[in-house]
């Protein structure tokens, strides 16, 4: 069974420092989503990372993934407070011409002025 | 604003009513999904669409029975529901398994009271 662990769960910090959240799994795959999710909202997709060693970035965020070690990570760099959200990995199994995502706990993310 | 559309934004029923959720996307995908996000369990896969297919059924309990009339709509009838099945239910869609992004709905509040 997929199991999929993020950590940490709660992350507090300041503006203007860096951070990493990481994502484990347990079974190997090649698609590593990450989504954002604001209170009371629905999920915004970040990143979808396809193969061992991909790097995207988009503004102050980072994902990379190795397959190998099957972890990912998602930095932040320079933080600032509209960042504040919760945010969820979650690994893809194909599925007869869909995909199931299988997600992360999800990190809060809190950044303090 | 994704192109996946869910009505009701919000729904409160009792135990022994039956309503239904609605899901509508306009991005020309072939698969749908229904998940589960509930204050206690990562969010969950609950059924996978693909042109109109049921290809996965996550050990849902029968009291919510999914409907796929074509590979724009999705519907989730519930009946009977408990007041544990409160939560925010939401929809997705992706188009073939090449590692597309899966575009999230902006969900549905369920209450069961």
């Known amino acids: 069974e997929l199991k999929v662990e993020q950590n940490p769960l709660f992350l507090s910090m300041q503006e203007g420092k860096n951070y990493t959240i990481y994502c484990n799994y347990s079974?190997?795959?090649?698609?590593l989503y990450w989504y954002r999710q604001d209170p009371g909202k629905s999920l915004e997709s970040l990143f979808v990372l396809l193969s061992n060693g991909a790097v995207k970035q988009e503004g102050r965020l980072m994902a990379s993934l190795d397959t190998k070690a099957r972890l990912s990570t998602l930095h932040i760099t320079a933080a600032v407070h509209d960042l504040s959200a919760t945010y969820f990995c979650a690994v893809g199994a194909p599925i007869q011409g869909a995909q199931k995502l299988v997600f992360g706990q999800g990190t809060r993310l809190t950044i303090n002025p | 604003e994704t192109g996946v559309t869910q009505t009701p934004r919000h729904l409160v029923m009792g135990m022994t009513n039956k309503k239904s959720l609605k899901c509508e996307q306009h991005l020309g995908h072939n698969a749908m999904y229904w998940y589960k996000q509930s204050a206690k369990k990562p969010l969950e896969l609950m059924f996978v669409y693909n042109f109109k297919e049921q290809t996965e059924n996550n050990s849902v309990p029968s009291r919510f029975s999914p409907e796929c009339p074509n590979s724009s709509h999705l519907f989730l009838h519930l009946h009977t529901l408990q007041p544990e099945d409160s939560a925010l239910y939401l929809c997705?869609?992706?188009?073939?398994?090449?590692?597309?992004?899966?575009?999230f709905g902006e969900g549905s509040w369920l209450t069961v009271v």
């Open positions: 997705a869609s992706s188009q073939d398994i090449s590692g597309n992004t899966i575009y």
């Open positions: 079974t190997t795959s090649d698609r």
